[in-house]
């Protein structure tokens, strides 16, 4: 009974925790009631002004398999800037389709002078030039676009659930590996990483085909010369979705 008594009291500040998550993103007391089975005016009674355990950030164990985070902070010193991440990303492009910057320009129909600055991350157009040339060179849009949103300044955007979420981080991982020239995990010689298996594991997540704990995320944001705060609302977002899911599954007795 005592056990019992603790898992409901840490799923209580669980639910709390996320309920104030989603409310400081800006989502309405029907969504959050909806997420957990209550009416808008119960969740509202029961959760507004909550300052319990845990309600400044999600929780990590809901990760299957994951490492808690341990709080460490990484070195981001070295992190090239959201420009130079873009640039780089289409510069491993262009090298790998073999073209010359004039002829994929001239295809795009932009001036060559253009590319060459999008390139080296002195000037970011719009995203209909960077989703053109990126299909020119055989890229995958979806995965530069967050780049693309990071290199232009934008905020970060309402919170995603479900599917939407897990993709966005895939492809913004996927986006970041190629602006750091697709290195493998060996190649990377991340700090505290051995075994065939961990190497696997982190490549499926670098691939977007695979779910971390936020350490492992945050060693490899490092390496790759990402931004972790940028990465961390992506994984957020993952997490919260997860949560939410586990709630419902939990209020209605399914696995």
Known sequence: MRAAGAVAAGVE??????????????QSWVSVARAVNLSPDAARRKWQGYTGP????????????????SGAGYDVASARSNREQLGAALRYLLGASGRTTGAVADQAGIPATAFSRLLTGERIPEWPAVFTLTTILDGRPEELRMLWEWAKGRPPTAAHGGATAVARLGNAMR????AAGRPTMRDLGLPGVHGAGKLRLLEAVVNGDSMAGWEDFALLVQHLGGSQEQFRHLWEDVQYSIFTLSVKAAVHGTD
């Open 54 to 69: 845990e309600a400044a950030s999600l929780p990590e164990a809901v990760v299957v398999g994951s490492t808690p985070f």
């Open 13 to 26: 500040s669980y639910v709390g925790a996320a309920v104030n998550d989603a409310r400081r993103r800006g």
């Open 175 to 178: 986006g970041l590996h190629l």
